[in-house]
């Protein structure tokens, strides 16, 4: 809902700043700009608010109320999903304050060796370093 606010939002500044480009020519046809210029800008206004009245009615309109047991099986088909994922790490603080990490704890960078431009790739592929995962783009 607050996205497509926003969107329609960005649009009707865009728009306003479209029409601040062009308003100056209706000087040549003996009309006052300024004024020119809130009139139609209040005219996008209305447009931008009609729009996104309608946005909000067709999002509400659509809106399905799930039952408590629906939404329990989301969560736990969620959380199941969520299991999946090998390389993410759950941490939390103890009631002392320090950092309990479950998983495997990642490797600092300075701590892994450097591979040569002309070493073997670790990746194991046999290539040179350069000719492998070193590859200039």
């Not at 408590?68 to 999946?84: I, K, N, T, V």
């Not at 670790?122 to 000719?131: A, D, Q, R």
Request: hydrophobic residues 35%.
């Amino acid at each position: 809902l607050l996205q497509s606010m926003d969107s329609h939002w960005r649009e009707h500044l865009a728009a306003l700043d479209y029409l601040r480009q062009g308003i100056h020519l209706r000087g040549y046809a003996q009309k006052n700009p300024k004024q020119e210029y809130k009139r139609e800008a209040f005219e996008l206004f209305g447009q931008l608010l009609t729009t996104v009245k309608m946005d909000v009615t067709r999002l509400l309109m659509t809106v399905r109320i799930q039952s408590p047991d629906e939404a329990q099986q989301a969560a736990l088909a969620l959380e199941q999903q969520g299991e999946s994922f090998s390389n993410v790490t759950y941490t939390h603080p103890n009631a002392d304050g320090s950092v309990v990490s479950e998983g495997e704890q990642a490797v600092p960078a300075d701590e892994v060796p450097r591979v040569g431009r002309n070493d073997p790739c670790p990746c194991g592929s046999g290539l040179k370093y350069k000719s492998c995962h070193g590859k200039l783009a």
